[in-house]
């Protein structure tokens, strides 16, 4: 199985600031990445796709990046309703796996 | 809008079977991908498997050969069925729609927790 390592498990902020949470697969996922958010006591909700690609309806301030075994989600001018637990998801090979989150928090 | 909605026991007994159904509306369960993920106490996410628009599944091999996804497409719903559970299957549950091709999930469900318990 792709070992995702998600970093940090847990992260805080100002508001407007930017904040980056990363996520290091084991082997090469050729981009096969998806970002997800989820906030307390709600259903995870998909941000980012393909590394890189914002899913419809996510604000500008959100971003993927990375390629081979290294993915970044960076945050731009955090707000308050960013907080969330943030979690990446590896589909490049079965079975699909997970980083194991990211809690944001404002300080 | 797609909308999925998860329903079943939120307490099963140990050796027993879970079963879930995810409830959907607002598109055809003939269409896309479908599957579940668990996330357990502790935050650890679990990739189940899913169901396709033809009625075909893939399976997580730590499960395969515990679990079982089915459809029925008169009621667009599909469920699953996990047998033999220890305390080790407690966890919230959802269903989701997969992106074919790409396999990340676009639409979730609330989620349901289940209790593994005697």
């Known amino acids: 199985d792709i070992q995702m390592t998600q970093s940090p498990a847990s992260l805080s902020a100002s508001l407007g600031e930017t904040v980056t949470i990363e996520c290091r697969a084991s082997e090469d996922i050729y981009n096969g990445l998806a970002w997800y958010q989820q906030k307390p006591g709600k259903s995870p909700q998909l941000l980012i796709y393909?590394?890189?690609s914002l899913h419809t309806g996510v604000p500008s301030r959100f971003s993927g990046s990375g390629s081979g075994t290294q993915y970044s989600l960076k945050i731009n001018s955090l707000q308050s309703e960013d907080v969330a637990s943030y979690f990446c998801?590896?589909?490049?090979?079965?079975?699909?796996?997970f980083g194991s989150g990211t809690k944001l928090e404002i300080k | 809008e797609v909308q999925l909605q998860e329903s079943g026991p939120g307490l099963v007994k140990p050796s027993q079977s879970l079963s879930l159904t995810c409830s959907v509306t607002?598109?055809?369960?003939?269409?896309?991908?479908w599957g579940w993920i668990r996330k357990f106490p502790g935050n650890k996410m679990e990739w189940i498997g899913h169901i396709s628009y033809s009625g075909s599944t893939s399976y997580n091999p730590s499960l395969k050969s515990r679990i079982s996804i089915t459809r029925d497409t008169s009621k667009n719903q599909f469920f699953l069925q996990l047998n033999s559970v220890t305390t080790e299957d407690t966890a919230t549950y959802y269903c989701?729609?997969?992106?074919?091709?790409?396999?990340?999930?676009?639409?979730w469900g609330q989620g349901v927790m289940v209790t593994v318990s005697s």
């Open positions: 393909n590394a890189n």
């Open positions: 998801q590896q589909y490049y090979d079965y079975p699909f796996t």
């Open positions: 607002g598109y055809s369960i003939t269409s896309n991908y």
């Open positions: 989701a729609r997969v992106v074919p091709g790409s396999f990340y999930f676009d639409y």
